[in-house]
């Protein structure tokens, strides 16, 4: 068990929907990062946050938005849902910044 | 866009021999770190080297890093058919970018 979780673990939903993904780090981490796995597909970096404020931003759609909360949680708001869309969310934590991450087991989103 | 690319793609080995992946990345960094993904479960680490670092050893994993080719190198000796599974190498400051991966079985 690596700390990190993330609600909720399958998401099954239509085109053109929104959708919340929920992270809650280990305690005492400030930085929460967000991936996108698609199938058979390495991780893209979607955006990190450190202690509330956002510090990186990779290659995440307009569509996409994530905030962390003072309580340090993050949600990732996933709108406009489509089909390509459908992949395994992961976020991961830590203490600081460019040190070891540990990963929730990912929420698995279905576009249908 | 990734910072890291694993290479090879996949590895095929059996079990008792070593494996060796290999990572080339673009930037200057402060560390690298590997990453092992079973399948559709979320990554653990495995090691982070530094980049006044030239090898790290951690039970059967030796990672050496090249800064001036920009490269890092992944061995696991003594493969078990538990070592089954995706192994990734990050880099990044603020963002940590995975590469897409070397995928390696082991047959028992």
């Known amino acids: 068990d690596s700390g990190v979780t993330q609600t909720p673990k399958h998401l099954i939903t239509a085109t053109g929907q929104r959708v919340t993904l929920r992270c809650s780090p280990r305690s005492g981490d400030l930085s929460v990062y967000w991936y996108q796995q698609s199938l058979d597909q390495g991780l893209q970096f979607l955006i990190q946050y450190y202690n509330g404020e956002e510090r990186a931003k990779g290659n995440i759609l307009e569509r996409f938005s994530a905030q962390q909360f003072p309580d340090l949680h993050s949600e990732l708001n996933l709108s406009s849902l489509e089909l390509g869309d459908s992949a395994l969310y992961f976020c991961?934590?830590?203490?600081?910044?460019?040190?070891?991450?540990?990963f929730g087991s990912g929420t698995q989103l279905s576009v249908l | 866009s990734q910072q890291g690319e694993e290479d090879p793609q996949a590895l095929s080995i059996q079990e008792g021999e070593n494996a060796t992946m290999n990572c080339s990345y673009k930037t200057s960094i402060n560390n690298l770190q590997w990453y092992r993904q079973n399948s559709g479960r979320g990554l653990v680490h495995l090691i982070l080297i530094r980049s006044n670092e030239r090898e790290k050893h951690s039970g059967r994993l030796r990672v050496t890093l090249d800064t001036s080719k920009k490269s890092s190198s992944l061995l696991i000796t003594a493969s078990r058919a538990a070592d089954t599974a995706s192994y990734f190498c990050?880099?990044?400051?603020?963002?940590?970018?995975f590469g897409a991966g070397t995928r390696l079985t082991v047959k028992p």
């Open positions: 990050a880099t990044g400051v603020n963002d940590m970018r």
């Open positions: 991961a934590s830590s203490v600081g910044t460019n040190e070891k991450l540990f």
